[in-house]
């Protein structure tokens, strides 16, 4: 499936009321971007678990908004097509209002993203109301919460308890009122995500919150093999690149200290 229009927040919510389930997918350069897109991608995520994936941090908190905004960048270089959301990162958003759409207003700008997304519930309610007010699309983020690691005690799934389910249930739905164009659900019961996303107008995108979600979203990493130690229980693999990385440098380390490579069909 080839995307050949520019996708926009409107796409999606049409997605949701025909049933019609959202594909997305994590992109930190130009080359994945533009292949996600050409197999049919529609929303690309420039999500801060870079930090992770790219840049050997042990958790996002450490990545930098210079950071962000330079994959998002090379992301944006990469699709046309697809709509592209900076993930903004720790404490870029939460000391103020004005922070937020100060930096919110350089994802647009300089990276030329079309959306940014932001963590929290009804804590963040009104910094997506501002943001959304003044043009910038938003989307919402609940659940898990990668960002707030080190209060949550680790990386926990919620909403296993009843007062923790009505807490979810409550900041979806601050989210939608605040104008978030759709949310993420991360590491949320199969359940309670179905009826979260039963209740709301916008459309939900899953990450470990089971197949009723409106959208599935997954750290491009994962789904293609290149971490080895650990795999998220929420993730699939589709290919195993890591060890296809390996046997390459292998092979090619092994012809440079040989003298076969470069060959005469190598030189000029």
Do not use: W
């Amino acid at each position: 499936m080839d995307i050949q229009k520019k996708i926009t927040t409107r796409y999606f919510r049409q997605k949701k009321e025909k049933g019609e389930k959202i594909l997305s997918l994590t992109a930190y350069d130009a080359p994945t971007a533009k292949f996600a897109e050409e197999c049919g991608i529609e929303l690309l995520l420039v999500g801060d678990s870079l930090g992770m994936a790219l840049l050997g941090y042990k958790s996002t908190i450490p990545v930098t908004i210079e950071q962000s905004l330079h994959h998002c960048a090379a992301v944006a270089r990469g699709a046309k097509f697809a709509f592209i959301v900076g993930d903004m990162p720790f404490m870029t958003y939460h000391p103020s209002v004005k922070t937020a759409m100060t930096n919110a207003a350089r994802y647009i700008q300089e990276a030329g993203v079309d959306g940014v997304k932001l963590e929290g519930g009804k804590v963040i309610s009104k910094t997506i109301t501002r943001l959304v007010g003044a043009g910038v699309p938003v989307m919402g983020h609940i659940g898990l919460l990668p960002q707030s690691v080190l209060t949550q005690g680790g990386y926990r799934i919620a909403g296993k308890t009843k007062d923790e389910e009505q807490r979810l249930i409550e900041d979806a739905k601050a989210v939608e009122d605040a104008g978030a164009f759709c949310i993420v659900l991360e590491c949320i019961p199969a359940e309670l995500s179905a009826r979260i996303t039963a209740s709301l107008k916008i459309p939900t995108i899953g990450i470990g919150a089971g197949p009723k979600c409106d959208g599935q979203i997954q750290v491009v990493n994962d789904i293609l093999g290149m971490f080895t130690d650990f795999i998220p229980k929420h993730a699939k693999r589709y290919a195993n690149l890591s060890e296809e990385m390996k046997k390459a440098f292998t092979a090619y380390a092994s012809e440079v200290s040989s003298g076969k490579f470069p060959g005469k069909e190598n030189s000029f």
